[in-house]
């Protein structure tokens, strides 16, 4: 019997299907061993478990930054999340405060001004809708799920019985870097090597089927002996409620609440025990309808183009969460032209353009925004105006990012973009 509070995403970690596409894939996998060498030839827990596991801290709300639908920011301390409104009690510059609420409907996110300096001390499971949970895998002694099926245990969420088919990657030594995805199930070992194949079992002796001289055969590892492992299911992102948190946990979310700004109530569809109660104090964002909001730093540049005396363009560096969270830190490095394909239903474009610190006293640097032909912004970034916020209305299906140098010439020429924002309708 499972512990209170630690029932799991069953609906989202039980899908079921008539057919495992893993026991269908392992065919196709071995078809293409087969076929492939002949062409080669031929050419949330508990409010105990919560409180016990995340620090909760006194005081009511806590400071936020909330994102409203026209990626404008409203600052304050977090009240309550209801149902119909999110409730945030902002300065009026006399020192005294009002109370805000901001109907549910306008608000895309909410970010705190946390950053993560957790030790890796966990390993690491990745689902392919894009839930992350740190933990380790359990053995039950009932064997429950059977060999296609992992037992993963979360420090607040309990144990997390995933099926194969929805995993993306998964770290059992806390560190290690998973292997690049390629066309097959992949192990990396801890002395380095890597064998590839179709994976068949998790579980503490893994099995992995790959092809030797054209038939079959079944490889057998101890777990221990794996670093890390990478799978080839198709990544299904979702939309809807998403929620970060500082111990490396991402979760999706049926609903949220809170009535007193730091304890907060996650509901996640699908749940035996679908209430669960988290801490905000270990809260990074949450973003309410993840197709409503993209992160430019989640798109890849389509072209990048410079002058001819500049040998080598480097692309635009990137610091985040992880990967489609609302927090984000575009580095570009000048003279330079970058171009993306913007998102079906792009409307709204923000970003905060900054000088690094490093050259505020000498830069400058003209920046130059384009939708497909018109210019959306052209400002000179120098000692006089060393940051600048952007908001701008967006019609067309191509962006385009701009750095030219000035007087000085192409030193320093470089921008930092705080949160470049896409507004999806």
């Given at each position: 019997?499972?512990?209170?509070?630690?029932?799991?995403?069953?609906?989202?970690?039980?899908?079921?299907?008539?057919?495992?596409?893993?026991?269908?894939?392992?065919?196709?996998?071995?078809?293409?061993?087969?076929?492939?060498?002949?062409?080669?030839?031929?050419?949330?827990?508990?409010?105990?478990?919560?409180?016990?596991?995340?620090?909760?801290?006194?005081?009511?709300?806590?400071?936020?930054?909330?994102?409203?639908?026209?990626?404008?920011?409203?600052?304050?301390?977090?009240?309550?999340?209801?149902?119909?409104?999110?409730?945030?009690?902002?300065?009026?510059?006399?020192?005294?405060?009002?109370?805000?609420?901001?109907?549910?409907?306008?608000?895309?996110?909410?970010?705190?001004?946390?950053?993560?300096?957790r030790k890796v001390d966990a390993g690491v499971l990745a689902r392919t809708d894009g839930q992350v949970f740190p933990g380790r895998p359990v053995e039950l002694p009932d064997r429950s799920g059977g060999p296609e099926t992992l037992n993963w245990h979360h420090a607040w969420l309990g144990r997390l019985p995933v099926a194969l088919d929805e995993i993306?990657?998964?770290?059992?030594?806390?560190?290690?870097?998973?292997?690049?995805?390629?066309?097959?199930?992949?192990?990396?070992?801890?002395?380095?090597?890597?064998?590839?194949?179709?994976?068949?079992?998790?579980s503490e002796t893994i099995e992995l089927e790959r092809l030797r001289d054209g038939s079959p055969e079944i490889v057998t590892i101890p777990r221990d002996r794996v670093a890390a492992v990478r799978l080839v299911n198709p990544i299904r992102p979702a939309g809807g409620t998403w929620a970060w948190f500082e111990d490396g946990t991402i979760l999706r979310?049926?609903?949220?609440?809170?009535?007193?700004?730091?304890?907060?109530?996650?509901?996640?569809?699908?749940?035996?025990?679908?209430?669960?109660?988290?801490?905000?104090?270990?809260?990074?964002?949450?973003?309410?309808?993840?197709?409503?909001?993209?992160?430019?730093?989640?798109?890849?540049?389509?072209?990048?183009?410079?002058?001819?005396?500049?040998?080598?363009?480097?692309?635009?560096?990137?610091?985040?969460?992880?990967?489609?969270?609302?927090?984000?830190?575009?580095?570009?490095?000048?003279?330079?032209?970058?171009?993306?394909?913007?998102?079906?239903?792009?409307?709204?474009?923000?970003?905060?353009?900054?000088?690094?610190?490093?050259?505020?006293?000498?830069?400058?640097?003209?920046?130059?925004?384009?939708?497909?032909?018109?210019?959306?912004?052209?400002?000179?970034?120098?000692?006089?105006?060393?940051?600048?916020?952007?908001?701008?209305?967006?019609?067309?299906?191509?962006?385009?990012?701009?750095?030219?140098?000035?007087?000085?010439?192409?030193?320093?020429?470089?921008?930092?973009?705080?949160?470049?924002?896409?507004?999806?309708?």
């Amino acid at each position: 019997m499972q512990p209170d509070g630690m029932a799991v995403l069953m609906n989202q970690l039980h899908a079921a299907e008539p057919v495992s596409p893993r026991k269908a894939g392992r065919d196709l996998f071995r078809l293409i061993g087969l076929v492939v060498p002949a062409l080669l030839m031929m050419s949330p827990v508990s409010v105990d478990a919560a409180r016990s596991s995340l620090a909760a801290g006194g005081g009511s709300g806590m400071n936020v930054q909330l994102l409203r639908d026209d990626l404008s920011m409203v600052r304050g301390e977090l009240l309550a999340i209801e149902f119909a409104a999110i409730v945030l009690k902002t300065p009026r510059g006399n020192g005294e405060t009002k109370r805000v609420e901001i109907p549910r409907a306008e608000a895309l996110a909410i970010m705190t001004d946390r950053r993560s300096d957790r030790k890796v001390d966990a390993g690491v499971l990745a689902r392919t809708d894009g839930q992350v949970f740190p933990g380790r895998p359990v053995e039950l002694p009932d064997r429950s799920g059977g060999p296609e099926t992992l037992n993963w245990h979360h420090a607040w969420l309990g144990r997390l019985p995933v099926a194969l088919d929805e995993i993306n990657r998964v770290v059992f030594q806390p560190g290690a870097q998973p292997p690049p995805t390629g066309d097959a199930d992949t192990l990396l070992l801890s002395n380095g090597d890597r064998i590839e194949g179709f994976l068949l079992s998790l579980s503490e002796t893994i099995e992995l089927e790959r092809l030797r001289d054209g038939s079959p055969e079944i490889v057998t590892i101890p777990r221990d002996r794996v670093a890390a492992v990478r799978l080839v299911n198709p990544i299904r992102p979702a939309g809807g409620t998403w929620a970060w948190f500082e111990d490396g946990t991402i979760l999706r979310a049926g609903e949220l609440r809170s009535e007193d700004g730091r304890w907060g109530h996650l509901t996640m569809q699908g749940l035996e025990n679908g209430e669960q109660t988290v801490s905000f104090d270990a809260l990074q964002a949450i973003v309410f309808d993840a197709d409503r909001l993209r992160m430019l730093t989640d798109l890849e540049p389509i072209s990048m183009d410079g002058p001819k005396t500049r040998y080598r363009l480097p692309e635009p560096t990137i610091a985040r969460i992880a990967n489609n969270a609302p927090q984000s830190v575009m580095t570009i490095s000048g003279p330079i032209v970058v171009r993306y394909s913007l998102p079906a239903g792009a409307t709204r474009f923000a970003a905060e353009v900054r000088l690094p610190s490093r050259g505020r006293g000498w830069a400058d640097v003209h920046l130059t925004i384009r939708v497909d032909d018109d210019v959306i912004v052209r400002h000179q970034i120098d000692a006089s105006q060393p940051e600048l916020m952007i908001n701008e209305h967006l019609r067309g299906s191509e962006l385009t990012i701009e750095l030219d140098h000035g007087p000085a010439g192409p030193i320093h020429t470089e921008l930092e973009l705080h949160d470049p924002r896409l507004l999806i309708r």
